[in-house]
């Protein structure tokens, strides 16, 4: 039997009438990463925190690593890192200064919270930084020694909530590189993310979280294989086409069709590649200049929209107080 690193029965919590998490079940194995995808304001941030013990549970129950968080809180804090969603380091000290100190802090000797330090700094790339301010570090920087601060005590269990936001392609790419070497190195990682690409690249597992209800669970390939057999990958030419293409697309294979991140890209879910077939001559019949067309699998992008109802970028009503109040709970 698999041993689980975290584990979730009704998991409840309520901000006065709103309820951010609504009865979550989670079951992640132990040196896995298991994603936890949702839009901002599903209770993603919420049920992390329940976990790291920052807050107490309403209703339900959940152990990490076999301790109840609520009634064996120190052994559990003694297991965990967390790194959040935004800097948790002192913006004024250098990187090495930021490590010794929370070394120093777990009750590291002077030198040995040296020693710790240099071995993360080199680990996390960060050597030619080590003697600047945090203040001066890139986006990709800031969240490396973050990650870099959450690895002290070398955590069994790491919460990632988030992690990788606002980060250009490079940096998000050096985050994925860390995430995949801790868990090879026998960590457990879960992760937070409202990135689908980000869950597709890391995640052995994916919990899709919404309204604080876990709507769906499985690897990537299972909830692709969910919502349809396959899918129509079309780019135009030109945006100005994209609307027509969509007429198109929606009265030749008879479904929603979505629209990408940019302003040329429309997908669809399709039963059979014959559903596609007609697809490419009904859109040249119509003028319109297709620049790519392919048909593979369903996207995770698909698939949120399948169970939500909308693409994952949309935010759901209330949202931002939702988000506020956790925040709230959590300073107090």
Not at 272 to 289: F, K, M, Q, T, V
């Amino acid at each position: 039997m698999t041993t689980l690193a975290v584990e979730t029965h009704g998991l409840v919590k309520h901000f006065k009438q709103t309820k951010a998490v609504d009865g979550i079940d989670l079951a992640v194995p132990t040196g896995s990463v298991y994603g936890i995808l949702g839009p901002n304001g599903a209770g993603k941030t919420t049920a992390v925190r329940m976990l790291a013990t920052l807050l107490r549970p309403d209703a339900g129950t959940a152990h990490v690593l076999g301790h109840d968080v609520q009634k064996d809180a120190d052994a559990v804090r003694s297991l965990v890192g967390l790194t959040g969603q935004f800097a948790s380091v002192d913006e004024d000290l250098t990187g090495t200064e930021n490590l010794v100190l929370i070394a120093r802090l777990y009750g590291y000797s002077r030198a040995a919270a040296r020693e710790r330090a240099a071995e993360l700094l080199h680990a996390f790339d960060l050597e030619e930084a080590a003697q600047r301010q945090v203040k001066t570090f890139s986006g990709g920087m800031h969240r490396r020694i973050d990650l870099a601060a959450s690895m002290v005590t070398s955590p069994r269990v790491l919460f990632l909530d988030e992690p990788t936001t606002g980060l250009d392609p490079r940096s998000r790419n050096q985050v994925w590189d860390i995430v995949r070497v801790l868990v090879h190195d026998g960590a457990t990682v879960l992760l937070t993310t409202q990135y689908l690409e980000e869950a597709d690249q890391l995640a052995d597992r994916i919990a899709v979280i919404d309204h604080g209800k876990v709507i769906a669970e499985g690897t990537a390939p299972e909830l692709k294989a969910s919502v349809g057999s396959g899918a129509v990958h079309l780019r135009v030419a030109e945006p100005d086409q994209r609307a027509r293409a969509e007429e198109v697309t929606e009265r030749v294979l008879g479904v929603e069709v979505q629209r990408g991140g940019d302003a040329l890209s429309l997908s669809a879910r399709v039963d059979s590649p014959r559903d596609a077939a007609a697809l490419l001559p009904a859109l040249l019949d119509s003028g319109i200049d297709v620049a790519e067309i392919s048909l593979g699998q369903p996207t995770l992008d698909e698939v949120f929209l399948a169970l939500t109802g909308r693409p994952p970028a949309e935010e759901p009503a209330g949202s931002g107080p939702t988000d506020q109040r956790e925040t709230q709970e959590a300073a107090r």
